[in-house]
């Protein structure tokens, strides 16, 4: 039996599972599109939804995917709600890996909440500047505390623009440097940062920063992951879960352990 396996990616951990996995079994890599430019991937690229739960199970059954790795964001709750659904009606294998998320350090300032809407909220009333690092499609909130000036850090341009008083705008890809959001909070005279609990190494730097300069931060918590399947932290234990699934790739792990 010839096993197909699918990751829903669009973050590093996909592409880097993608590569651990190149030329070892069939594999599709799928990339929702949202990206304007994203990273070149290490392996061919479907890009676009599915049409739901149901559009993804008719295509896992088609293509005959035996394993589906769920490696997006771990705030895209609703791709992962579908990947779980689809899974469990196609009778396929379903590994989510998710970094952890980021803990609280000592000197850490931070404030947790459930949403968007409460992490403006918990900005309160009092003018501020806050730096705001959220995906494009979920700064609506900010329109209900318009008081406050927002800088506004994303990959692609934010369009249309925030009807807001006092917001700028700037784009960039991680990963960044601790000294280099030290230097921009500096400069935009920020005391606040809104922010989600993404976890990983590429976006931490701004919350060293805003340790280091006592800046306050307000984190949305992350959606819990379904129970379906099973749950990984890193790639390596995702290619070790998998193993288990696709014979052709225990001599792959074998091979690592033992370099």
């Known amino acids: 039996m010839q096993h197909h396996i699918l990751i829903l990616g669009g973050t590093g951990e996909a592409r880097n599972l993608a590569a651990r996995l190149k030329g070892r079994c069939r594999l ?21 939804g599915f049409g739901g739960a149901a559009g993804l199970e008719a295509w896992l059954r088609r293509e005959g995917v035996t394993v589906l790795v769920d490696a997006t964001h771990p705030f895209a709750a609703r791709i992962t709600a579908n990947a779980a659904a689809a899974a469990r009606a196609a009778g396929v294998s379903l590994i989510a890996l998710r970094r952890p998320a980021w803990q609280r350090h000592d000197g850490d300032r931070w404030r947790e909440v459930g949403t968007v809407a409460e992490a403006v909220a918990a900005l309160g009333t009092a003018p501020r500047r806050v730096f705001v690092a959220l995906g494009r499609q979920e700064l609506a909130p900010l329109l209900s505390a318009p008081r406050h000036f927002y800088l506004v850090r994303s990959v692609d341009p934010v369009e249309p623009p925030l009807a807001l008083p006092s917001v700028a705008y700037m784009l960039a890809r991680g990963p960044f440097a601790e000294d280099g959001e030290e230097a921009l909070f500096r400069r935009y005279g920020i005391d606040a940062v809104l922010a989600k609990n993404s976890g990983g190494d590429a976006t931490y730097a701004k919350l060293a920063a805003a340790r280091t300069l006592g800046i306050e931060t307000v984190l949305v918590r992350r959606p819990p992951v379904p129970a379906d399947g099973i749950t990984v932290a890193s790639v390596d234990e ?5 193993a288990h699934s696709v014979p052709a790739l225990s001599a792959t792990v074998s091979a690592e352990r033992g370099a």
């Open 238 to 242: 995702a290619v070790r879960a998998l």
């Open 28 to 48: 599709t890599l799928s990339l929702a599109g949202r990206t304007r430019n994203p990273p070149e991937q290490p392996v061919p690229v479907r890009v676009g």
